[in-house]
């Protein structure tokens, strides 16, 4: 078993830090912006606080930085599941069931046309209180990209047509969302309480 270790870095401003360490699972304990992971087994986009994985083994990980203007990360690494007593779910998946929504417990809106350039298009304001948020994109061609900064959105969390992303309490983001489309044009529907 290799040992359990934190690691805090700086990225520089729209550009790459390799970790060379070998291990099983890591999570972002804290960072200062969105980045984008990738190693053995692959890519992670727009990554954020809480994020990671388990069990999926790497020997090196690279983070790139999203919004353009450098980012600290604080990360944990292990070969074991690591517990912290965070509990919540992620949840990336086509909707499937349509359930009824309090009007006075959630805030639904619907975003006519999202950008495809600049600074993409804001669609919910930073909420320390929020518990809840769910981004769908309601387009039937149109890509949509969830970042957590205007500054240089050129991608984020991949949200395809008809499917939706969202984060529950414990994981949630108090900082302001942004979605950026792949053609002008693109709609969604967001939630947040």
Same mark, same amino acid.
């Given at each position: 078993?290799?040992?359990?270790?934190?690691?805090?870095? /700086?990225?520089?401003?729209?550009?790459?830090? =390799?970790?060379?360490?070998?291990?099983?699972?890591?999570?972002?304990?804290?960072?200062?912006?969105?980045?984008?992971?990738?190693?053995?087994? !692959?890519?992670?986009? !727009?990554?954020?606080?809480?994020? !990671? +994985?388990?069990?999926?083994?790497?020997?090196?990980?690279?983070?790139?930085?999203?919004? !353009?203007?450098?980012?600290?990360? =604080?990360?944990?690494?292990? /070969?074991?599941?690591?517990?912290?007593?965070?509990?919540?779910?992620?949840?990336?998946?086509?909707?499937?069931?349509?359930?009824?929504?309090?009007?006075?417990?959630?805030?639904?809106?619907?975003?006519?046309?999202?950008?495809?350039?600049?600074?993409?298009?804001?669609?919910?304001?930073?909420?320390?209180?929020?518990?809840?948020?769910?981004?769908?994109?309601?387009?039937?061609?149109?890509? +949509?990209?969830?970042?957590?900064?205007?500054?240089?959105?050129?991608?984020?969390? =991949?949200? /395809?047509?008809?499917?939706?992303?969202?984060?529950?309490?414990?994981?949630?983001?108090?900082?302001?969302?942004?979605?950026?489309?792949?053609?002008?044009?693109?709609?969604?529907?967001?939630?947040?309480?």
């Amino acid at each position: 078993m290799k040992p359990s270790k934190i690691y805090t870095f /700086d990225v520089p401003a729209g550009g790459a830090f =390799r970790l060379t360490v070998a291990g099983e699972y890591f999570k972002i304990l804290a960072t200062t912006g969105a980045v984008t992971v990738s190693s053995d087994w !692959g890519t992670l986009e !727009g990554l954020i606080t809480g994020q !990671g +994985l388990e069990d999926t083994p790497f020997s090196h990980l690279l983070f790139t930085d999203v919004g !353009g203007a450098g980012v600290t990360v =604080r990360l944990f690494i292990g /070969d074991e599941k690591f517990v912290d007593g965070i509990t919540g779910a992620v949840e990336v998946s086509a909707v499937r069931e349509t359930v009824p929504v309090r009007s006075d417990v959630f805030k639904t809106t619907n975003i006519p046309a999202i950008a495809n350039g600049g600074g993409g298009t804001k669609v919910a304001n930073a909420d320390p209180n929020r518990k809840y948020l769910l981004v769908q994109n309601t387009h039937a061609t149109v890509i +949509l990209y969830v970042s957590f900064s205007s500054v240089g959105v050129t991608s984020g969390i =991949r949200i /395809d047509p008809g499917t939706s992303w969202g984060l529950t309490a414990g994981v949630c983001t108090t900082q302001e969302v942004w979605l950026l489309g792949s053609a002008t044009g693109g709609t969604a529907r967001v939630m947040e309480g």
